[in-house]
């Protein structure tokens, strides 16, 4: 990444995250920050997740969406990608990961597996 | 020659998408009810749509980003979030009105109550989303669409009295029925500037990896595609007002409208009139269900697209399955699909300000379109119509509450 000054709000919260393969993989949910004792504060993941959202909305919106994930199974704990696995940071995030294998797209092969393709011609 | 074919397309689409059971309603209650005397609103109507399409297109090319995308990124999620939740309920309420339009226009040719209809309806609008494409939809549709063009026969057949059509133009106050003058006026507006236009205009860009060589086709999708889709309009208003304004025939149902159309044609035109109404409501309805599935997936980031197997986009796949449904149920519940197109369209005059006011500050955005900002005009033309747009409905809409009931 170049030098210029990159605005954690403005330039990297609610953008497109965008995976290895070109896949859209959820937004940039939320920032976390890491306190460190022995050094200054560093920015270590962007977050991706329903909870993580819902508690922007408001902090007991949150606590309700965590629960109900949680009754469900399903991402009740957000997924952190490490800030060192952004490739490029644009309107569009690329991370080196592969989404397919990360718990963002649980819920949706959840559907497609027990839902979807149990519709005819959801499949094929 | 691709691209020429797809300027072509994108018109015959744009027709379209213009033309809803929202256009056709409220432009046959403004003939019958006020004569020539609002085709100023579909004037401006169409004046503010063109300028709105053109740049929910030229986002697409030069960003590669959709409106909702957009707005998400700029606005932040809580400020999209109240923009998503208006715009889910407003789109439910028009897909009812579109599925409710096909039902009225099966039920004008068999009888059978438009009620029956909803379920089939919106089975075979959803195993048409379920297994088709992007582009078979579009251009089935846009090709079908073009029998709309009945209207503007049925205008030159009738012999309209042309300066009294032009004196119509300029914006009058009613003399009689205030209130209800203004309502329709407002309806208008509503039904031309619909927000899931933009949304959907914007997300077929990119699903049609629009570049920056599409900025000049854009430009004239927008211009001819809305601006005959703004003469059909005018057809429906000018054949009621020529048919059933004198009779002082109100069109308090669908079939009283058909009427617009069966003096200059017969009982041609009954069924035109019929195959008219059904083909524009379902592909608006088409429209509308995608649209539902495309804002949700951009709130929150999910890979979406229209032309892949259901199975790679799940949860795109079940929204837009779940919405059509839905909608279907509140013409199964047996509202009035007239009564309801009404109170709907005039309602998106009244959101409209949430919408597109975000709009027109990315569209002054460089990080989004570069060099290709807005220029003065069509800022100014925007804000105006929609000021306008807004403080009518806020004025009109409880006035004709009160009154209507």
Known sequence: ?124 | MKKALSIALGILTSIGGFLDVGAIATAAQAGAAFGFQLIWALLLGTLCVIFLVEMSGRLAAVSGHTLADAVRERFGFRFYFLQYVIEIIVDFLVLGAEIGGVCIALQLVTGISFQWWALPVAFVLWLLLWKGTFGLIENGVALLGLVTLVFVVAVVMLKPDWPAVMSGALPSLSRHDTAHYLFIAVSIIGALVSPYLFFFYSSGAVEEKWDKSYIGPNRAIAVIGMGFGSVVSLGVLITSAIVLFPKGIQVESYDQAALALVAPLGFLGFVLFAVSLGITCFGAAMEVGLDQAFITAQAFGWNWSESQKPAKEARFSLIYTVMIFLSALLMVAGIDPLQLTLFTMALTATILPVVIVPFLVLMNDEKYVGKFRNGIISNTVVVLIIGLAFVLAVVAIPLEVLGGS
């Open chain 1, 1 to 124: 990444m170049d030098e210029e000054p990159l605005d954690l709000i403005k330039d990297v919260l609610d953008n497109q995250l965008v995976d290895l393969h070109g896949r859209r993989m959820g937004k940039a949910d939320g920032i976390i920050i890491e306190l460190r004792k022995d050094g200054p504060p560093r920015v270590a993941y962007i977050e991706v997740g329903g909870p993580t959202l819902a508690a922007r909305l408001h902090p007991r919106i949150g606590k309700w969406a965590t629960s109900l994930a949680k009754r469900f199974g399903v991402g009740a704990e957000a997924y952190r990608i490490p800030w060192s696995k952004l490739k490029s940071v644009g309107i569009d995030i690329v991370v080196l990961v592969d989404a397919e294998k990360t718990p963002v797209l649980a819920f949706e092969q959840w559907l497609r597996e027990h839902v979807v393709s149990r519709i005819p011609g959801g499949k094929t």
